[in-house]
């Protein structure tokens, strides 16, 4: 066997023992947070979020409006990013509307940045946020194969046309505007409503599902969704008896809010929740009334003050 021969096998044997003796490492050193399902890595703290963009849809004043969410890669953990270098939207920002309390998984089209008319396909808006030493962005634009249904309005067909003359409920919140901490507050939601779709039982059309864009309760709209966008979405709370539904999440805040019940039912006309607070600071919390096809959002703030245990 030549020289050369044996120094390509020594050289190649050492490549190997590098190679193998790096992944014995890399396994021993995983992360203790994280757990294997169906050879997919898990993550329950630690991890980034990553804006998404959603698609775009018109306005009746001829402008648009781009629509994003977010993946939390965490399965436990939920992240406060408050508004600045390191949650940001430009061009406009960098507060634009965009949330700040950062709930597990995916969540989708939370909120819209609207733009002129004449933004232009080449017009982009980037949402960025930073966790974790990790930053993430979203790209908006206006490409047409990226066009959507106005998400939760209720547009479409639908059965006999309900789709089509369905209008959003009404929603006006009320409550404390202060509070202490690990005192409980009420706040409560009015809900009117035009009686469309009419309810159909367990598991119909007219039931809301809270937590979740009730936009996805409208097939018309889900075939619209562009299929680069995975369609996963977070856990569902235990379904709530009742057509019209308000549900209750932080959508800017230091911390997470104890929200109960976190949905309810508001065919009654109202729905009361309390909601307590474990860290002092400024929050805004959202209510979602859906009457299981449209959706109407409102916020209300609450400042919470007090020194922590």
């Known amino acids: 066997m030549s020289i050369r021969i044996r120094r ?18 890399a396994a021993q050193q995983a992360p203790k947070n994280e757990g294997q399902l169906g050879g997919n890595i898990k993550y329950n703290s630690g991890q980034s979020i990553q804006p998404i963009f959603e698609g775009w849809s018109k306005t009746a004043d001829g402008g648009y409006q781009l629509w994003f969410g977010y993946l939390n890669r965490n399965h436990v953990e939920e992240i406060s990013v408050p508004v600045g270098a390191n949650n940001r939207i430009e061009p406009g920002g960098p507060d634009r509307g965009q949330p700040t309390y950062f709930y ?31 930053s993430e962005r979203a790209v908006g634009w206006l490409r047409p194969d990226w066009e959507i249904a106005t998400p939760g309005t209720g547009t479409g067909s639908g059965r006999g046309g309900e789709q089509a003359t369905n209008k959003p409920p009404t929603l006006a ?62 856990p569902l709370p235990p379904r709530v008896d009742g057509r019209l539904q308000v549900s209750w999440t932080v959508w800017r805040g230091p911390a997470a809010v104890v929200f109960d019940p976190p949905a309810a039912s508001a065919d009654a006309g109202t729905a009361a929740v309390t909601a307590t607070f474990s860290k002092p600071g400024e929050y805004v919390l959202r209510a979602r009334a859906t009457d299981g096809a449209a959706t109407t959002i409102q916020d209300i703030k609450v400042s919470v003050s007090g020194a922590q245990q």
């Open 8 to 25: 390509f096998i020594c050289l190649a044997a050492l490549a190997a023992g590098i190679i193998g003796a790096a992944a014995l490492t």
């Open 104 to 134: 597990t998984r995916f969540n989708r089209q939370l909120f819209s940045v609207s733009v002129p008319r004449d933004f232009g396909e080449k017009g982009q808006v980037i949402w960025t946020v930073l966790a974790h030493g990790q």
């Open 173 to 234: 919140l009320s409550g404390a505007s202060s509070a202490a901490l690990s005192q409980p507050v009420t706040l409560t939601a009015k809900v009117t409503d035009d009686g469309l779709p009419p309810a159909r039982g367990r598991g119909g059309r007219g039931r809301g599902r809270p937590n979740q864009p009730p936009a996805f309760d409208n097939p018309e709209f889900k075939s619209t969704v562009p299929i680069n966008v995975p369609q996963v979405e977070r």
